[in-house]
């Protein structure tokens, strides 16, 4: 599975890219090899405020669908509207185009929290 | 979940050496995808596809009076059976609920297999079986399930690779037809059979000839781009075709007229099990449908326990929903409140507090070009 070194990672498999006070966030190529067949994205609402582990995007394969959830409290910037069209972006290029939402955060300290890629790399086996 | 708990086909090994995802269903550890649910539903659709079905029941009634019996337990009729036919059909309760949907083939005079669902195969043993003690007649009922494996080989180019499996010498069963063949020493139940919608057969040997055969189907299928195919492509290739899941769209408490399979009940026999029900409800008519839908426009799959709703008014939740491989939008069955809206007419669907237009359609919601 590939685990780029210079992201962060959540328990639930979602990909955190600092880039300042802002996150880009996506799932993992676990994830997505998990879901398989991603068939639709909910994109989180543009300017909406989520808390840290609130649920702020769903994507679905065609087996199921599996909540996406907030790494940090901060405010959506920018959503990834290319995936209504083409949701198998996540499983193509789970951490380029299929990248789902930015985020900016309120708090950076919170980011401190998640794991680095060895720790999730052993976390997944 | 524990894996412990869940039972393992003959074919546990082959599943996990060809990397399958393992779900339970059942009570048992099935393959719900080897490679993607796209992928094998594309492969069944357009060539062939293979999928373990060892999981399935397989009950043997035996006797002289078998069929006259059989013909009180069951809502089709086993008297229009010849030997090598089988036919749908329904294993009722008193009030007319759903105990299982199965297949029955006389092959013998006097010998039935009821290809039973997996999860219900001890229910409906002992229903059988506590039947079997009032009637006369000495009908022999046997659960034979553990000894049997089976194999569902379906898609277009199932008939090439009979032909390469069992040679040309005896044709294949025509449809709803079983007979036996061998490949090599193994003697095999050919059924020409399915729950995909496609040409296809279903197949049943003794367990222990399963990774052979398996193995040998997968091998000579290679030629047509053979595909096993999991839990997942035999969901969405069903439901395309508005085929019901047991435990899902069928169950003790909806009957075979709600759910639309009256063809399958024969109530001009005199007696079976849940006839009296059947008769009133045909009478008075039904307090429910299920009804095979489709999304309009872009939403999310539709799945079950979904609500639906009818000029604003909730009129029952979905019993089956996905989005479909071959169509690409969302299809589904609810179960709605008569008088169930007809074809064409728009309904709507409660996902996460939105709802998303829908329409009613015909069955099946797939059609071949």
Redesign the interface.
């Known amino acids: 599975m590939n685990v780029p070194d210079d992201l962060l990672y959540t328990e639930s498999h979602e990909w955190v890219r600092r880039e300042g006070d802002k996150i880009r966030v996506g799932i993992t190529d676990h994830a997505q090899a998990e879901l398989t067949d991603v068939v639709y994205v909910e994109l989180p609402k543009m300017g909406a405020s989520y808390e840290a582990g609130g649920t702020i995007a769903v994507v679905e394969s065609v087996k199921a669908a599996s909540d996406i959830y907030a790494p940090a409290k901060g405010t959506v910037l920018e959503v990834n509207k290319a995936l209504e069209s083409n949701p198998a972006l996540i499983n193509t290029d789970p951490y380029g185009e299929g990248w789902i939402y930015v985020l900016k955060v309120d708090d950076t300290e919170q980011l401190k929290a998640l794991k680095d890629a060895a720790a999730y790399r052993s976390s997944i086996g | 979940m524990s894996d412990a708990a869940e039972k393992r086909t003959p074919l546990y090994d082959e599943h996990v050496r060809l990397g399958a995802?393992l779900i339970p269903f059942g009570g048992w550890l099935m393959p719900?995808?080897y490679s993607?649910?796209?992928d094998e539903h594309q492969a069944v659709r357009k060539s062939v596809g293979v999928f373990d079905i060892s999981h399935m029941g397989e009950l043997v009634a035996t006797g002289p009076r078998a069929s006259e019996w059989l013909n009180t337990m069951l809502t089709n009729n086993t008297e229009k059976l010849e030997v090598g036919a089988g036919q749908y059909t329904f294993l009722l309760n008193d009030a007319a609920g759903i105990i299982d949907d199965l297949i029955v083939y006389r092959i013998e005079d006097e010998k039935f297999l009821l290809v039973v669902n997996a999860s219900r195969i001890e229910d409906d043993f002992a229903w059988l079986r506590a039947h079997l003690s009032v009637s006369a007649g000495g009908v022999q009922l046997a659960d034979q399930s553990a000894q049997y494996a089976g194999l569902a080989i379906q898609g277009p180019r199932v008939g090439e690779l009979f032909q390469m499996l069992f040679g040309s010498e005896k044709p294949m069963p025509t449809r709803n037809r079983i007979a036996a063949f061998d490949l090599g020493e193994t003697s095999i139940w050919v059924a020409r059979t399915g729950y995909t919608g496609e040409d296809g057969i279903e197949v049943f040997f003794a367990a222990q000839d399963a990774p052979r055969v398996w193995r040998e189907v997968l091998e000579k299928g290679k030629s047509l781009g053979i595909r096993p195919c999991g839990l997942?492509a035999r969901d969405?290739l069903r439901l395309e075709m508005c085929y019901p899941l047991n435990g899902s769209d069928l169950s003790p408490e909806r009957n075979p007229l709600e759910a639309g399979l009256g063809f399958f009940v024969d109530l001009t026999k005199p007696n079976f099990t849940g006839r009296e029900k059947l008769q009133r409800e045909k009478e008075e008519g039904l307090s429910r449908r299920l009804v095979p839908f489709r999304m309009k426009g872009?939403?999310?799959?539709p799945?079950p326990h979904y609500r639906v709703f009818r000029a604003g008014a909730d009129a029952g939740e979905l019993t089956s929903g996905?989005?479909s491989?071959s169509l690409n939008y969302g299809i589904g069955m609810a179960y709605l409140t008569t008088p169930a809206p007809q074809p064409g007419e728009e309904i709507e669907i409660e996902i996460?507090g939105q709802k998303f237009p829908a329409v009613v359609e015909k069955k099946p919601l797939y059609k071949k070009s």
């Open positions: 995802k719900v995808q993607s649910i796209m997942g969405t872009k939403s999310p799959p799945r996905t989005l491989p996460r």
